[in-house]
Nanobody, 126 residues
Framework: QVQLVESWGGLVQAGGSLRLSCAAS????????MAWFRQAPGKEREFVAAIRLSGFSTYYRHYSDSVKGRFTMSRDIAKNTVYLQMNGLKPDDTTVYYCATGLVEVTTTPSQYPYWGQGTQVTVSS
């Protein structure tokens, strides 16, 4: 089993920045991909970003078109933690953000990830 805990969501003005973190514990593997999704009420869970090892100390990252150029995902293997640096936030980014893991390859399909955190709320005011 893997436990994921997201933190550092909050309220920010449009144009501002937040850095979310997701700490993993339990049966964690550095070879697992880790991903961020978000879900607004009444909507499907939406892929945001993912990261996986792509060689010795190099990473492959994949972003949705809606966040590319504004969000950056990083990973600290020693701390079993991933981060989502969100810059240039817009009111449309307001929702609950979740991290997920449990796969070796990156996928944008949420149902394929077996492990999820509880989510952290991000609110961007206009």
């Amino acid at each position: 089993q893997v436990q994921l805990v997201e933190s550092w969501g909050g309220l920010v003005q449009a144009g501002g920045s937040l850095r979310l973190s997701c700490a993993a514990s339990g049966r964690t593997f550095s070879t697992y991909a880790m991903a961020w999704f978000r879900q607004a009420p009444g909507k499907e869970r939406e892929f945001v970003a993912a990261i996986r090892l792509s060689g010795f100390s190099t990473y492959y990252r994949h972003y949705s078109d809606s966040v590319k150029g504004r969000f950056t995902m990083s990973r600290d293997i020693a701390k079993n933690t991933v981060y989502l640096q969100m810059n240039g936030l817009k009111p449309d980014d307001t929702t609950v953000y979740y991290c997920a893991t449990g796969l070796v390859e990156v996928t944008t399909t949420p149902s394929q990830y077996p492990y999820w955190g509880q989510g952290t709320q991000v609110t961007v005011s206009s």
